[in-house]
């Protein structure tokens, strides 16, 4: 079992930043991979980036690439989303969820449970 914890988000203004981190329990950290999904209102859960056990391997959703950076901290068993220059377009709910570094939810069997990113324009 994995438990998992967004935090950091919040409102900003377009072109802002903000850094998400996903703090875990439980099975160990270190051996596992993080993925990082959003969902819009309306809209189906989407693919932003991801990270595997040893942050040797990074993928990113073309929407976010060159914007956003995914690392990782296994000493604080902590995985982190740097978003920059944030667009109104990006808001949405994030969540971290743990499992093998793929691009769909089934990738994953351990989910957060959310936090809310806002940009307004």
């Known amino acids: 079992q994995v438990q998992l914890v967004e935090s950091g988000g919040g409102l900003v203004q377009a072109g802002g930043s903000l850094r998400l981190s996903c703090a875990a329990s439980g099975r160990s950290f270190s051996w596992i991979a993080i993925g990082w999904f959003r969902q819009a209102p309306g809209k189906e859960r989407e693919f932003v980036s991801a990270?595997?056990?040893?942050?040797?391997?990074?993928d990113y959703a073309d929407s976010v690439k060159g914007r956003f950076t995914v690392s990782r901290n296994n000493a604080k068993n902590t995985a982190y989303l740097q978003m920059n220059s944030l667009k109104p377009e990006d808001t949405a709910v994030y969540y971290c969820?743990?499992?093998?570094?793929?691009?769909?939810?089934?990738?994953?069997?351990?989910w957060g449970q959310g936090t809310q990113v806002t940009v307004s324009s």
């Open positions: 990270i595997n056990w040893s942050g040797g391997f990074t």
């Open positions: 969820a743990a499992g093998t570094a793929g691009r769909t939810y089934k990738d994953y069997n351990y």
